[in-house]
Every structure is written in C-alpha cells, then in structure tokens.
C-alpha cells in the first residue's frame, strides 16, 4: 500500500523513511467506489486529490445538460479544481470516481509544509505547476484549432491507457467531439494502418 504516493514524494524529494511516516500519518487516505464524488459543482474544493488506485474524472455539465470531460486522473497523477482551492470560490467542477480506486487527500498545506521541508520539492511542486499550465494551454489550442484526428493522437499521447478503461463517449467528450465522430476518426486512422 502506498507505493504510487510514496514514489511520487521519493521522485520529487529526498524523505527519509522517518519524514515519510510523518507525512503519511497525517493524511487521509480513502478507499471509494466507482460512482463516488470527491466534489460537485456549487461546492468548494477543500482538497487536491491524489490517485494511488484507480481513475478519477473532472467534468463540467452545460446547461444543456451535457458533459464535458476536463481531465482523467489514472494512478500517480493529481486532480483538483485549483482556482477553487486558492481562490475559495464555488467549483464548476464535478470530480468523480470512474474506477474503484484509493486516494489521498492533499490539503494545501500538504503542499506549503513539504516545501518547507524540502527545497527540492518545492522546485519540483513548481515545476508541477507550470507543467500543468502548459498542458491546459496545449488543450486550449487543440479544442480551438486541431483537427479531430489530431485531439484523439494527442489523447493517445497523453493518456495511453485510458482507452481500455473507459467508454468510447467518455473519450470522444474529453475531444470535444461526438461519439460518431470519434468511432469516424478510429476507422479512418485504422484505415491508415495506425495502430
């Protein structure tokens, strides 16, 4: 247990076994089952959620009452509504459980207290910032002006194993497309021998 989190803090920092312990018995660590929010729309995100099992989901549902899927978190990653979080303001976000998995609760002082601790991780909790900011602006650019085709490689790239663990209309909502539209641009690339 706790392997995926603890690489990640031994990736990003140099803890001790000790530091390690400390950190870990003051987090909160919950098993939850598919189908389970960590956060609705209206609410305020008390939380950064890290993904040691599982897949998680952020979504947001237009008055139409459409999905349009933000961001997938599989194992090792983090998922929050950040201008919620720092700026205490009510989410548009939903996040979701698409998988059974376990997660930990990341507060933002987990995140103050661990630079703190350690210059090494503060550099590299900034560097995970800026990346980030630079993957949003990358999907900016690719909802405003890629082809569909290009979405879809660009998914492949970012999340290689996702298309086995979630259903094809969750894909083609991530793309900002229609399920048609994606089951068109699979037979095209599968055409092209893609593979």
């Known amino acids: 247990m706790n392997s995926d989190f603890k690489t990640y803090l031994t990736q990003n920092a140099n803890f001790s076994e000790e530091q390690y312990a400390e950190i870990l018995s003051d987090l909160q660590v919950k098993n939850l089952k598919k189908g389970d929010f960590l956060l609705r729309s209206g609410e305020v995100c008390l939380h ?9 989901r952020s979504y947001t549902i237009d008055k139409n009452g459409k ?3 933000i961001q ?20 548009d976000l ?6 059974d998995a376990e997660v930990f609760f990341l507060e933002d ?5 661990l630079s703190c601790l350690s210059a090494e991780f503060a550099k590299s909790n900034t560097q995970a910032l800026h990346n980030h900011i ?19 490689l660009q998914f492949i790239k970012m999340y290689p194993d996702i298309l086995l663990r979630v259903p094809q209309w969750m894909v083609a909502s991530y793309l900002g497309i229609t399920p048609e539209s994606l089951s068109r ?9 893609f593979k």
């Not at 950064?48 to 998680?56: A, H, I, R």
């Not at 939903?94 to 998988?99: L, Q, S």
């Not at 641009?185 to 021998?193: A, G």
């Open 94 to 99: 939903f996040i979701d459980v698409i998988e």
């Open 67 to 69: 999905e349009h899927i």
């Open 134 to 152: 630079r993957n949003l602006q990358d999907r900016i650019n690719m909802l405003l002006g890629a082809t569909a085709e290009d979405r879809y």
């Open 48 to 56: 950064s959620f890290f993904v040691n099992k599982g897949l998680l």
């Open 109 to 113: 002082k987990f995140f103050e207290n």
């Open 72 to 91: 997938f978190a599989p194992e090792g990653w983090i998922i929050t509504d950040r201008s919620s979080s720092f700026f205490h303001e009510s989410s």
């Open 185 to 193: 641009v699979r037979k095209e690339l599968t055409r092209k021998n």
